[in-house]
């Protein structure tokens, strides 16, 4: 087994997860059967119940873990499903180790950071580490280093390094080199003091991901080696490229993979970009539509990352590159020409009633002006409520969510979660079974009857409007496996009107996009190109 262990310093957001994503995939490229773990030193148990303007998107997997929004990074660059077992934060190690010592299982022992923290940091990692047939276990350790909450973290590393044999612990260290100056001349002084905390702790970096505007200098490398004793060959300048999906080759003609081999003593297979297509999409698309996001978080773009990725994956695979146009809920009420100059709409998933009604004044205009619409989680439900509102006429109905004293409840709370009070973990979540019908767009879309796609709601469609909402129109044309869950809706009078109760954007991946934004985006371009936008979009496509 091999580890590579990622950490970062000087500050964060400098793309620790997209770094990690990369080498993922250049080493799972060369042969190597490759996984990815975060590490996330804040004491909540998992990223669920955070607030996306502090985390960003929360991710959710297969068997139903909301996850650091990193995971899905690992998963997009891997073609991979994690469990929640890639994703260690303090708050499970410490409750774990809370949970042993109430029953007794460290026999009178006084439970310290070292050794009984940092033995369940370790035994997390290896857990995930022979968990199925693998030759390298990527960490990335969420922070930077000189965090109080990441030292046990850390520790227990430098301690993994020690304990596995001899050349199997690789450590890469993510910097940032400023350009100061008219001349812009690099500095190496904050990498210099961020690789001697490092040394401080115990570890050595292996590796250094150099974050720069510009490539680094010869000068400059030679400089950050003899000042953090690491090779030269070691020394990677990750500069700012127009596609997340671009980095991987960037790194690569550098010698990265090569470098990290020799390292880890790895035997490569020989390597095929598979993206190449994909890449050649990104950068020269055939034609371009502008897909406005509605939401609430839109100062943080990161809320919706998933989404972002998605379009770049339809971008990638069908040549049609899309551009975003990021609208706030709450200035879409009395405003409709906000939506003038786009070519389709979608809604996203969130909670909480600020922001609703701009979200089902969107939903309306786009029925009503037959914009291309999508609606996702939420989305399918403002949607459902904007209908009900409309075109059943009932006046204020809404969502038990929004309003408990609604006449109409269309949308209600599932019923196993009435009496549910705690928020972590108990919504429906992860992969459920879908059925598609025949003869819908749906099925048009998706191709076959049975689909898996991921879940994170409390509320539905209340069953005692379902009949009249499809005798008004509404098409219910994917449900759940017993019938009883509505999960696709569309209009029976159009095909460019489609929402799920599903985030099909946690799933979608470069080479396989996620079918509805796929079936949004084509639907945009024929809106944008008019009566001859249906060949033209099936001629890229195809």
């Known amino acids: 087994m091999r580890y ?17 994503s990369s080498l993922s995939h250049l080493l799972k ?17 998992d990223a669920g119940t955070m607030n996306p303007y502090q985390h960003g998107e929360v991710f959710v997997l297969d068997d139903g873990s909301e996850v650091d929004l990193d995971l899905g990074n690992y998963e997009r660059f891997l073609d991979t499903n994690l469990s929640g077992d890639n994703n260690i934060t303090t708050g499970k190690t410490y409750l774990e180790v809370i949970e042993k010592e109430r029953r007794g299982d460290y026999l009178g022992s006084t439970v310290q950071i070292i050794p009984h923290i940092t033995n369940e940091i370790k035994r997390r990692i290896r857990k995930v580490a022979t968990s199925g047939d693998i030759d390298v276990v990527m960490i990335e350790v969420g922070g ?56 401080e702790i115990g570890i050595q970096p292996d590796i250094l991901f150099c974050r720069t505007k510009k490539p680094l200098l010869i000068e400059t490398i030679k400089k950050l080696s003899l000042f953090t004793d690491v090779s030269e060959a070691g020394i990677i300048s990750v500069s700012d490229v127009q596609n997340v999906y671009l980095l991987p080759e960037l790194m690569e003609k ?5 470098y990290v081999a020799e390292k880890l003593s790895l035997k490569l297979a ?75 709409i979608l809604i996203p998933g969130g909670f909480g009633y600020r922001g609703v009604e701009g979200k089902v004044a969107a939903a309306r205009i786009a029925r009503e002006k037959h914009i291309p619409f999508l609606g996702i989680c939420l989305g399918f439900q403002v949607a459902v409520i904007e209908y009900a509102r409309n075109v059943l006429k009932l006046d204020k109905a809404n969502s038990t969510e929004f309003d408990l004293n609604t006449k ?32 819908s767009v749906a099925m048009s879309i998706y191709g076959t009857e049975d689909i898996s796609e991921r879940h994170r709601h409390r509320f539905e469609v209340n069953p005692t409007y379902i009949k009249s909402l499809t005798e008004a129109g509404m098409i219910f044309s994917g449900v759940d496996e017993e019938g009883i869950r509505m999960e696709i809706l569309e209009l029976g009078d159009r095909d ?47």
């Open 408 to 439: 109409y409840p269309v949308i209600d709370i599932l019923p196993e979660q009435k009496g549910v009070k705690s928020m972590g973990g108990t919504m429906r979540l992860g992969s459920k079974p879908v059925k598609v019908k025949q003869d």
């Open 29 to 45: 490229s060369n042969g190597l059967k490759v996984t990815a773990m975060k590490i996330d030193p804040y004491l909540n148990y």
């Open 496 to 542: 460019n009107f489609i929402a799920t109760q599903y985030h099909s954007e946690f799933k979608s991946r470069p080479l396989a996009p996620s079918m509805v934004h796929v079936h949004l985006v084509k639907k945009a371009l024929e809106n944008k190109l008019g009566h001859e936008g249906s060949r033209v979009a099936e001629r890229i496509v195809n």
């Open 254 to 258: 550098q010698g990265l993979v090569k």
């Open 144 to 199: 930077t280093v000189g965090d109080i909450e990441s030292m046990p973290f850390l520790e227990a590393l430098r301690q993994l390094k020690r304990e596995e044999p001899e050349g199997s612990v690789l450590f890469g260290h993510v910097t940032l080199i400023p350009a100061i100056g008219s001349v812009d001349e690099q500095k190496t002084k904050p990498t210099q003091h961020s690789v001697k905390q490092l040394r």
């Open 4 to 20: 590579i262990v990622i950490t970062g310093g000087v500050l964060s957001g400098l793309g620790k997860g997209t770094i990690t």
């Open 270 to 344: 020989p390597s095929e970009d598979i993206w190449k297509k994909y890449k050649q999409n990104i950068i020269n698309p055939s034609e371009t539509v502008t897909i406005a996001i509605v939401g609430k978080y839109i100062q943080l773009q990161d809320a919706y990352i998933s989404h972002k990725e998605a379009f770049s994956h339809v971008c990638g695979t069908t040549g049609i590159g899309v551009k975003l146009k990021w609208v706030d809920s709450d200035e879409v009420v009395g405003n409709p020409s906000v939506f003038d100059d786009v070519n389709g």
